[in-house]
């Protein structure tokens, strides 16, 4: 399995955006599903955004329209572009590898969106 590193999390206003990167020590080339869920004091984690190899992407729908979900497989590294963030996005964002049964998880990332 994969060792995964998030980065980019941090405070921003309403309305801002962040980035996120979650980089894989090995090849994410033939790894089908690669995802961020996030996970928000007193809930269970949830699914964000996920996007398999051909690149199709799936998102929850709380998100659509304001997250968006990339993989670069040469640079081994997924990303997620948070756009119009809301105080409800605040939460510890993780990246998994291969699913999230059996799949790897990055530490996690903290999101804080508060004025």
């Known amino acids: 399995q994969v060792q995964l590193v998030e980065s980019g999390g941090g405070l921003v206003q309403p309305g801002g955006s962040l980035r996120l990167s979650c980089a894989a020590s090995?090849?994410?080339?033939?790894?089908?599903?690669m995802g961020w869920y996030r996970q928000a004091p007193g809930k269970q984690r949830e699914l964000v955004a996920v996007?398999?190899?051909?690149?199709?992407?799936n998102y929850a729908d709380s998100v659509k329209d304001r997250f968006t979900i990339s993989r670069d497989n040469a640079k081994n590294t997924v990303y997620l572009q948070m756009n119009s963030l809301k105080p409800e996005d605040t939460a510890v964002y993780y990246c998994?590898?291969?699913?999230?049964?059996?799949?790897?998880w990055g530490q996690g990332t903290q999101v804080t969106v508060s004025s």
């Open positions: 998994n590898a291969g699913g999230p049964t059996s799949g790897s």
């Open positions: 996007i398999s190899s051909s690149g199709s992407t």
């Open positions: 090995g090849t994410i080339y033939s790894i089908n599903t």
